[in-house]
């Protein structure tokens, strides 16, 4: 059967139990139940069983693993201006049976998210059509043109959680100087896509000896690299609070590594796509695998796990970016860049626990708590008081990416027909049930 959204419940005592509970921020991993009371974790351990707390509805876990539910700091929609290829409320029900309870919406809209009055727009259609929780992020410089810095205090003040020019780099180093400084001030926290545009030209995929078999134009490491190196100099220069959104090679972990070395406020992200794919999933030109950053060779691929598993790497984002069949059926070099992935996001990475190249503990914190802390949302931990925003896992499930199970309104995933050992069964937003698998 396939998997069935449920309304939230009107009841406000419930209590979940025979669970795996995995909480990273409370070091957390053992066998017990939680107390849900007014949309509040109210209590958590091995002491929580059915009949704990009476006139409570029960929800057996089975054995199953409950996790914080997955903050994901890297979500574009189509709302406003497309919302053919996704609206706040689908890209909700795709968030839900990923297990993702907060995700972060990119300003990458029509019109552009660079003003207040867009910021509350954001706010009030995810409260009245999200089943999740959504958090804007506004534009950095006016209309993402990389050139005229937007009313950051503003924008942080109509609720932005960070500033970003979504998939387009600040390439004017005046401008991110300038913003960098005003950001300190506020403690508000930068993000940039650290590509240098001008080096990637007319690129489509990783420069090197299969961009060259596939007569594709290519895109250098080093576009990704040196915009980086820039920044960090920037980030010395002013103090301010640096994400880089994507990285996708060894030399960018590199920088990244020795930043962190001599102290700077520098944090980065990488995509489950550039974690367990690589150039040669491209395969007879691909375009579901057309992405930015560009998936690179299985070399980088490694290293990007190994920075990850190191703590080099801070979080792991799903990129969703949904694409129609128009502007992805097209021929390699024309067709949009972006992949589906809210949805893939969890089973991607449990299939690296699987490999053991990460623990499940590790995964869960770069899932959940380290992108809500980074954020500075009440999220990502299972801690009493906490909002119960939790996900159930199976980690043992068995099943194949159906596009045609998928919630997104886009279909565009680079892991059509995978098959995946481990799925979200239930998703909890404030205590109540807004995702639920029906099948075996």
Not at 274 to 280: F, S, V
Not at 373 to 378: A, I, M, S, V, Y
Not at 414 to 440: L, S
Request: glycine content about 8%; charged content about 20%.
């Amino acid at each position: 059967m396939a998997p069935t959204l449920t309304q939230p419940l009107s009841d406000e005592r419930r209590l979940l139990v025979n669970a795996r509970l995995v909480d990273p921020a409370n070091r957390r991993d053992e066998a017990g139940g939680i107390a849900i009371e007014n949309g509040l974790i109210a209590d958590i351990g091995p002491h929580i069983k059915a009949g704990t707390a009476r006139g409570s509805e029960v929800h057996d876990c089975k054995g199953r693993i409950a996790i914080p539910g997955i903050v994901d700091m890297q979500v574009t929609t189509g709302e406003p201006g497309h919302e053919h290829r996704e609206t706040l409320a689908s890209a909700s029900e795709a968030a839900a049976a990923g297990g993702v309870t907060t995700f972060c919406c990119q300003p990458d809209t029509d019109p552009v998210i660079d003003d207040i009055a867009l910021v509350d727009f954001i706010l009030r259609r995810a409260r009245d059509t999200a089943l999740v929780r959504v958090q804007p992020m506004a534009a950095l410089t006016k209309g993402l043109g990389g050139a005229e810095m937007t009313e950051l205090g503003l924008l942080q003040q109509a609720g932005a959680v960070a500033v970003t020019d979504g998939r387009h780099g600040v390439a004017n180093s005046l401008v991110l100087r300038r913003a960098m400084a005003y950001a300190r001030d506020l403690d508000l926290l930068i993000i940039q896509n650290p590509q240098d545009n001008d080096l990637a030209s007319d690129g489509v995929m990783h420069e090197g000896e299969v961009s060259m078999r596939l007569g594709l134009p290519g895109i250098p490491a080093a576009a990704e690299v040196m915009m980086l190196e820039r920044d960090m100099r920037l980030v010395q220069l002013t103090g301010a609070r640096y994400h880089a959104a994507q990285i996708s090679c060894a030399p960018s972990a590199t920088v990244i590594a020795r930043a962190k070395d001599l102290g700077l406020p520098v944090t980065c992200g990488v995509s489950v796509n550039h974690l367990t794919l690589n150039e040669n999933d491209i395969g007879p030109y691909r375009t579901f695998h057309k992405m930015s950053p560009p998936l690179r060779p299985e070399d980088d691929r490694q290293a990007m796990v190994a920075a990850l598993a190191d703590g080099t790497i801070d979080v792991v984002v799903s990129s969703h970016d949904p694409q129609d069949p128009d502007t992805k059926r097209r021929p390699f070099i024309e067709a949009a860049y972006g992949a589906n992935g809210l949805e893939t996001l969890l089973p991607a990475m449990l299939s690296l626990v699987h490999n053991e190249d990460l623990t499940l503990a590790r995964a869960v914190e770069v899932l959940s708590m380290a992108p809500a802390k980074l954020l500075g949302l009440r999220a990502g931990t299972l801690s009493p008081g906490a909002p119960a925003d939790i996900a159930i896992i199976d980690p043992t499930a068995t099943w194949v990416v159906s596009t045609a199970d998928m919630r997104s309104r886009s279909k565009n995933t680079p892991f059509e027909d995978r098959r995946f050992e481990g799925r979200v069964v239930k998703t909890y937003v404030a205590g109540r049930v807004v995702f639920q698998h029906d099948g075996p």
